[in-house]
């Protein structure tokens, strides 16, 4: 059995489990989702925004949705540290209450489960589930099947100072996870949340994540995703947001594991003055796979957008970015820039890019670009000669490359935890200490 048959009839035995499963909009809204994955399957490569990514792999697996769960304590206590903030854990797609530890909330704060909104209040959190329309079918299939995932809703004016980490954690053998993150952030609210995806152990997974952001006027909200599932597993992530009249959103995306990984992330200015930072940077090898989608919708005059993403690629691994800037007509103001820059560490990694400006408005700012590198061989020969063998020299100048990204971290603990993350993986890591990037 295929995956997709198995998620479809999956779905008929699960879905009087799932929670909020009494409620009679949420149950009709799972159905229609799943109606339309059923019907259109799996995107196809010949799907111009799926046109360098083939799930035909992914669908070959076969998984469940109910592993035999243990208690991943030090997998929890390693990625914690002794870094401060607000952590939920997350187990094979459920909340562990025994490993979260939400910690001290200012006033006007909450922070909890989807699976508890949805069994408790399921009518508040409506509005912002989203609905079986929304993107491509995998989206899809993740409304119809996720029940759990973090859920923040942070009032007018009100700063969560500690960064809020939602930590998912695969125990289990070839099991699928669907969690679906809901942040509404009021008036004037600022908040970071930091999503980490990890594996204990080296099988088979898959991850279907989605992510949305409802960003009130003036509100700013920073969010870091850390992929680092293992060689073996299938990840495919949305992040989706909403901003009104001068919001930011600040994204890093940072995708390091996974056989299969994408990340798409949509987000859209519906008022004036909104801001978005979209910054990304992986790391592929092996025979590994990684796509990240963006797309930006410059609605609203006055608009303002940077997009920097950066690619590591060794042996036979392959990337792809696309990425998208629609200025809508009457949409005067607008400032956007794009740029993707790819390193090539062997003459058999690949890196497709796609930047595309979509502009119907005239008084605007916008440039895109890309380029597809190698090391510097001066670089190298002026590393070597002061003494470094190759292997040293060489993950000097990626670590270099690296740095770009990893600076736009504008918290030093999250920055280092980025900097750790990528250090551990390449060339030479043992000899860099704790040489600054």
């Excluded at 329309?133 to 009100?158: F, K, M, Y």
Aim: net charge negative; glycine share 8%.
């Amino acid at each position: 059995m295929s995956a997709l048959e198995s998620f479809t009839t999956g779905f008929k035995a699960s879905a009087g489990s799932l929670a909020g499963a009494g409620v009679p909009w949420l149950a009709a809204l799972r159905q229609r989702a799943i109606d339309r994955f059923a019907q259109e399957g799996w995107p196809l490569t010949r799907q111009e925004s799926w046109h360098h990514t083939s799930l035909a792999l992914l669908d070959q697996q076969s998984f469940t949705q109910r592993g035999e769960v243990r208690t991943p304590t030090e997998v929890v206590r390693s990625l914690r540290g002794d870094e401060a903030g607000h952590w939920v854990v997350f187990v094979d797609g459920r909340y562990s209450p025994g490993l979260s530890d939400v910690g001290s909330l200012p006033s006007g704060v909450r922070i909890g489960a989807l699976s508890e909104a949805l069994s408790t209040n399921p009518d508040e959190i409506q509005a912002h589930l989203g609905d079986e329309s929304n993107g491509s079918s995998p989206e899809a299939l993740n409304l119809a099947l996720a029940d759990d995932g973090i859920c923040i809703h942070v009032a007018r004016a009100t700063q969560v100072e500690l960064p809020i980490h939602a930590v998912f954690i695969t125990v289990s053998k070839q099991v699928a996870n669907f969690t679906r993150n809901v942040i509404v952030l009021d008036n004037g609210a600022q908040a970071t949340l930091v999503e980490h995806f990890v594996n204990d152990g080296d099988s088979a997974s898959f991850s279907n994540s989605v992510l949305r952001v409802a960003l009130a006027p003036d509100a700013q909200f920073v969010h870091l995703k850390l992929q680092q599932e293992s060689e073996q597993a299938f990840h495919l992530g949305v992040s989706d947001i909403a901003q009104q009249q001068g919001s930011k959103y600040t994204s890093h995306s940072m995708s390091f594991g996974a056989r299969l990984s994408r990340h798409d992330i949509n987000t859209h200015f519906n008022g004036e003055h909104c801001e978005t930072l979209l910054n990304g940077l992986y790391y592929v090898n092996g025979k590994r796979h990684v796509d990240n989608h963006t797309y930006i919708d410059h609605a609203s005059p006055n608009g303002f957008s940077r997009e920097y993403y950066r690619g590591i690629l060794a042996d036979t691994a392959r990337g792809v970015f696309g990425g998208r800037i629609r200025v809508a007509p009457m949409s005067d103001g607008t400032d956007a820039v794009q740029r993707t820059d790819s390193l090539l560490l062997s003459r058999m990694a690949r890196a497709d890019a796609r930047p595309e400006l979509e502009i119907y408005a005239e008084e605007v700012k916008c440039a895109h670009g890309a380029t597809v590198g190698a090391l510097d061989e001066e670089s190298m020969f002026y590393l070597r000669s002061r003494g470094l063998d190759e292997s040293h020299a060489r993950g000097i100048l990626i670590y270099a490359f690296a740095a770009q990204a990893i600076d736009r971290i504008a918290s030093e603990p999250l920055q280092q935890r980025v900097t750790r993350a990528i250090r551990s993986l390449l060339p030479g890591s043992e000899r860099l200490g704790d040489m600054a990037l």
